[in-house]
């Protein structure tokens, strides 16, 4: 949201802000993945979203993103900035959803 409102009003240059994804549940949902245990609670389809989200929900992501800003603060051109930031707020809204319909699937087996 700080992102966004630092776009909309020109002020990104101000904008000091740090996207640490790499500090997501990458390593349990992987430790999972390797001891099978996800393939005992989850669809095949569940489990390649769960692949897709730790891929940009990464230390890769977080510096491809984090790259963005850098360079969008120095070439500042306002559409450009806003198209990143309706990017990246979709695909967080889209894996938010997936993930919180992941979570019902497994409580409904528990």
Same mark, same amino acid.
């Given at each position: ?8 009003? !020109? $002020? ?6 740090? #996207?640490?994804?790499?500090? *997501?549940?990458?390593? +349990? =949902? ?31 992501? !977080? $510096? ?6 850098? #360079?969008?603060?120095?070439? *500042?051109?306002?559409? +450009? =900035? ?29």
């Amino acid at each position: 949201m700080k992102y966004r409102n630092a776009v909309n009003s !020109e $002020t990104l240059n101000r904008y000091f802000g740090y #996207f640490d994804f790499s500090k *997501f549940v990458t390593v +349990t =949902a992987n430790n999972m993945f390797i001891e099978g245990l996800l393939y005992e609670y989850l669809s095949h389809e569940q489990i390649e979203t769960l692949q897709q989200i730790t891929s940009y929900i990464s230390s890769g992501g !977080e $510096t491809y993103i984090n790259d963005q800003i850098k #360079f969008n603060k120095k070439a *500042f051109i306002k559409e +450009t =900035a806003i198209g990143d930031v309706d990017y990246h707020e979709g695909k967080l809204k889209d894996y938010k959803k997936s993930l919180n319909d992941i979570m019902i699937s497994l409580k409904s087996r528990i």
